[in-house]
């Protein structure tokens, strides 16, 4: 992205700078962005599906709807919360996990996981876990 105004530009230098980050850690948060939104990118195209995995409550309300207007799932109450919504695939929606799970399990393989060794792995799952960890339960 480039900022094409010099002093918005200057100004959001300062703020980053304010903000305490070391180089690093910046360098890294970037990168984790810069990686998931590539993934997605090319997930979302290996499957082709235009939305995000990741949204909002009215997002996911909003494609519950859909899903449910193109028959891939039912609603149904739940007893235990009033205000909770079961969400069951139907026959066809089965199908479609069926046709679409080895694609989008293979992309992640192939542009993610074979990427990296073993050990690049587990120190990449217990820094997200502790940052999600830590987000949840602050």
Not at 45 to 66: K, Y
Not at 79 to 104: C, I
């Amino acid at each position: 992205m480039q900022v094409s105004d010099p002093d918005i530009a200057a100004r959001f230098d300062r703020l980053v700078a304010e903000a305490d980050l070391s180089r690093r850690g910046l360098q890294a948060w970037d990168a984790l962005l810069r990686a998931h939104a590539t993934l997605m990118r090319r997930l979302e195209t290996d499957l082709e599906l235009a939305d995000r995995a990741l949204i909002s409550r009215s997002g996911m309300t909003r494609r519950v709807a859909r899903l449910v207007r193109e028959g891939l799932v039912r609603r149904a109450n739940t007893e235990a919360d009033a205000r909770g919504v079961v969400v069951m695939l139907t026959d066809a929606g089965q199908d479609r996990l069926t046709e679409t799970a080895p694609v989008h399990m293979r992309g992640v393989s192939d542009l993610f996981v074979a990427k990296l060794d073993d050990h690049e792995l587990a120190v990449l799952e217990s820094a997200l876990a502790k940052v999600t960890l830590d987000c949840t339960f602050g």
